[in-house]
């Protein structure tokens, strides 16, 4: 059984784009979780997680036909309520540990040092791996300034809470995580069943911050799939415009004209959107294509052009999220794509189903 206090908020995972959410109660009461295994779930376990947590703990689940986790949500009374001792810290006692990215290219870092000191502020201590930021202009300095502690990749490793970007890479760098352990980075579950596997053999606490809802409004500052397809829409355009060899947007001069540039946006989510503004700014003629009729409105009021195919199939989710279409309706797409790609200049796809692999021309 998971437990929150009036002080914090829990979530039961969900293996996909959502998580279930155990809401804070206004007063005075506890609330409770009991994690409900479906089918294709298989001893969901792991240490309890502290208050204020976003995630899933560790477990055996089995991905093969998709696994769901669900919470329900039941009043206690005070005589029930969780005793001090049920898996919640004092944060004076958590030790955080930044450690360096491995992948080859990536420059991002788990924590700036202004996140940093709001941690050390609350209690916490936090130690990060020499290095770790200097790929994303912050100095080791930097996190000295804020009151973080440099230390060796060992030590960072061994913290009570590890964060990081990417997903640890199964063998190389889980085998560098203990049990009892909290891991806070992207997990990408149903791309990495090996991984997760891995982690729950290992007795890890994870927090897969890419499963967390953009729907839950308090939970948005945590979304970092959002955050991270923003910035990939606009550059996508960025470097299609480097390519392309022309300018975007149309010449009329005395030597002569030069008519904008075409491009098609396929998806119009974050990435979909922040594409389609960036391309209409730099002045070229944009259309765009999403499986949600809901997108049609946000799409034309950023001046595009919104695409459809003759059948009538709403492509919606739960969640606001795109579903798989049915053969026909994917058919049809793929028939609308080619007929513009002899039209277009640049094509830039976004659209992704959460928890799949991304749809291929």
């Known amino acids: 059984m998971l437990a929150a206090s009036c002080s914090g908020v829990r979530l039961s995972g969900k293996f996909g784009s959502q998580t279930s959410i155990v809401r804070r109660p206004k007063c005075g009461k506890a609330v409770a979780a009991r994690v409900k295994h479906l089918p294709k779930i298989r001893g969901l376990s792991g240490t309890p997680l502290p208050a204020r947590s976003f995630g899933w703990s560790a477990g055996r689940p089995s991905f093969r036909d998709g696994g769901v986790v669900r919470a329900e949500v039941q009043q206690l009374s005070e005589v029930d309520k969780p005793a001090e001792s049920s898996g919640a810290r004092p944060y004076d006692t958590l030790t955080v540990g930044v450690v360096a990215e491995s992948a080859p290219g990536e420059k991002r870092v788990a924590l700036a040092p202004e996140a940093v000191a709001k941690l050390i502020k609350a209690g916490m201590a936090v130690v990060v791996e020499r290095g770790a930021g200097v790929a994303a202009e912050f100095d080791d300095a930097a996190y000295e300034a804020v009151g973080a502690k440099v230390v060796d990749g060992a030590t960072a490793w061994s913290s009570d809470i590890v964060c990081k970007i990417r997903p640890p890479a199964v063998g190389m760098e889980t085998n560098k995580l203990s049990k009892d352990q909290i891991l806070f980075s992207n997990i990408y579950p149903r791309q990495n069943e090996k991984l997760v596997e891995e982690l729950a053999a290992r007795g890890i606490t994870s927090f897969g911050l890419d499963c967390v809802p953009r729907t839950i409004s308090r ?3 945590y979304d970092t799939l959002s955050s991270m397809a923003n910035i990939a829409g606009y550059r996508a355009v960025v470097e299609a415009s480097a390519a392309f060899g022309r300018f975007f947007a149309g010449q009329f001069t005395m030597a002569g ?9 396929i998806g119009a989510g974050v990435a979909g959107l922040a594409a389609i503004q960036t ?7 944009v259309r765009a294509f999403d499986v949600r009729s809901a997108a049609r409105e946000q799409v034309e009021s950023m001046g595009a052009e919104f695409l459809q ?7 919606e989710g739960s969640g606001g999220y795109a579903k798989e279409m049915s053969p026909e309706f994917i058919q049809a797409e793929m028939d609308l794509f080619a007929a513009q790609c002899a039209d277009v200049d640049i094509v830039i796809t976004t659209a992704l189903i959460p928890g799949k692999a991304a749809p291929k021309l």
């Open 279 to 285: 391309a209409k700014n730099m002045g070229a003629i």
């Open 309 to 315: 195919v003759q059948i009538e199939e709403e492509g």
């Open 257 to 265: 004209n030069v008519p904008p540039a075409k491009v098609l946006v």
């Open 219 to 221: 939970a948005q500052a």
